[in-house]
């Protein structure tokens, strides 16, 4: 479902610190149900449903596993980099 222009990325990500990526998933559908709830013909998702969400949603993995998580990404991105280059 697409969002309206009161949602972006940046948002988004500013208020979901600490979230892992299926957290963030998560949000992200319970936003679009939020938007279905409040009216069945619903076309797009505003940010008042991400707060709605943000609020029924809270982050569960630790602050190592993101990090862990992180370095991952970033060892894979340096791995991919130097092999494209």
Same mark, same amino acid.
């Given at each position: 479902?697409?969002?309206?222009? /009161? =949602?972006? @990325?940046? !948002?988004? *990500? /500013? ?7 299926? #957290?963030?998933?998560?949000? +992200?559908? #319970? ?5 279905l709830?409040e009216?069945?013909? !619903?076309? +797009? =998702? ?12 809270? @982050?569960?993995?630790? *602050? /190592? ?12 991105? #340096?791995? /991919?980099? =130097?092999?494209? +280059?």
């Amino acid at each position: 479902m697409p969002t309206a222009h /009161d =949602v972006t @990325p940046d !948002s988004l *990500a /500013d208020h979901t610190d600490g979230y892992s990526g299926a #957290e963030v998933v998560s949000v +992200c559908h #319970e936003a679009a149900l939020f938007a279905l709830q409040e009216d069945i013909s !619903s076309i +797009c =998702v505003r940010w008042g449903h991400f707060r709605s969400a943000l609020a029924a949603v809270t @982050p569960r993995t630790g *602050a /190592d596993m993101n990090a862990t998580s992180r370095n991952l990404a970033y060892s894979l991105y #340096e791995v /991919d980099h =130097v092999q494209n +280059c």
